[in-house]
């Protein structure tokens, strides 16, 4: 499916806006116009407008608003993205509700009358947005989980037994995304003591700009064997430029398709978003094949992909983020459909896969039945 995607819509940039917005903005309409088809027809006695207008209104308000954030610095601008991206996510739970209700409105017919019908899930819907959306905000506002996991790798030395490296992906800093969120994350770093911190993309949107902060945060961390990150496709959004100085406050050196050895011989490689970039099958066969096959290694991209590729060349970890896991069920669901490893740790041969639902979240400040994370990796040999 995901090759699928790349040869319909490559996601590329034109002068700096994404192109993503295109699709998005159809996307995002369908979504607000069927729940207010849905409140004219089953809800009458609302308010002409709230069907009609308001709904059709914010159906392009978003992506406008995701345009023009790229510029806007002053301090309210802070606060209608978090309205904007609070109605967003109200709007996916709505339009998933309304779904599931007339899809139960068409087998239940035969049973019932239809009005009887209509009747229940008019009754049922709008509470049970309201629940799901307070949940959603709740699950998005709470601190990033740590997730221990011990992996082995082949051929890692015994002086790298119980090497510990904290992964994170998916920040997201700017938006909606409280400023605290940094300062909690590399507290919690601090705590855990990682031999390695490597990070595998989308550190900051459109709008951030709180670079002081960043800095004063990530600079009372101790890392030994340094800290290492990709680019994701957010980079490519917010500006490469840009995105440079914010990997730099935070202390990350970008591995843009290329690798380094570290001095205890692990072997850490990474690229640029794959899908943003462009980059094909053939590049990274050729930073796979300047590893030595003999030493651990990690592949760091943020997007999961080319993990058979890593795993016929031997590669001993790849390390992934980008589909937060859904953050807003059903999407997750969605999101099984277009990547073949979602979420979780997967298994080939002698490589493993890592894909982190992220230490944050995009858009709406929500997470339905999903959770941000910070994974905790020992390594250990494998025997």
Partial sequence: MSKLIDKIYPMRTFRGIPLFIIPFTLIYALINFLPAFWLATHLPALPPWLGYTLFPVMAFVAPLWMLLMRRAAAPWCRIVTVLVHCWMGLAFIFFSFTATGYIFEWLAKPLSGITDVVRWTSMIIPPATLIAVILAISGGLRKPRIKNLEISCKNLPEALDGFKIAHLSDIHLGGAMPKSRIEFICDTLEEQKPDLLVFTGDLADPG?????????AAGKLNIPCGRYGVLGNHEYYFGIERAQTVFDAFGLTLLRNNHVTLKNGLQIAG???????????EDVEKIFSALDPEKPSIFLTHQPRFFKLAATHGISLVLAGHTHNGQIFPFNLLVKLVHEQAYGLYQKDDTSLYITSGAGWWGPPMRLFTKSEIPIITLRPKK
């Fill in 208 to 216: 951030f700009n709180d670079f002081d902060r960043l800095r004063r």
């Fill in 271 to 281: 690229i640029d978003d794959s899908q943003t970039s462009g980059i094909k099958r």
